[in-house]
Nanobody, 120 residues
Framework: QVQLVESGGGLVQPGGSLRLSCAAS????????MGWYRQAPGKQRELVAA???????NYADSVKGRFTISRDNAKNTVYLQMNSLKPDDTAVYYC??????????????WGQGTQVTVSS
């Protein structure tokens, strides 16, 4: 029906940067908000950043000033630019999109997750 495919995860050193991408495809009628969540070992999933279809963004306090979320509506893609990475940023990052499909469904869709590891 609708799929979210993430890319860009990997291993980086503290202070480094990484850019995550998430492209939505399938029977899409309209995409509303998109966002990024993460889940670190031993912790529950938390919101990292979210962005509306109009470009208004919201960030968790822990990443504010270091991460930037953006989107390309024409490509149905959301990005997360991560700078000044810290070991505490290590987590599986999940893409999320609020989507209405051409079949009339309206729901959150999740990507499969991509691992980000920040370590020396």
């Amino acid at each position: 029906q609708v799929q979210l495919v993430e890319s860009g995860g990997g291993l980086v050193q503290p202070g480094g940067s990484l850019r995550l991408s998430c492209a939505a495809s399938g029977s899409i009628f309209k995409i509303y908000a998109m966002g990024w969540y993460r889940q670190a070992p031993g912790k529950q999933r938390e919101l990292v950043a979210a962005i509306t279809s109009g470009g208004s963004a919201n960030y968790a306090d822990s990443v504010k000033g270091r991460f930037t979320i953006s989107r390309d509506n024409a490509k149905n893609t959301v990005y997360l630019q991560m700078n000044s990475l810290k070991p505490d940023d290590t987590a599986v990052y999940y893409c999320n999109a609020d989507v209405s499909s051409t079949y009339g469904d309206y729901r959150y869709y999740w990507g499969q997750g991509t691992q980000v590891t920040v370590s020396s």
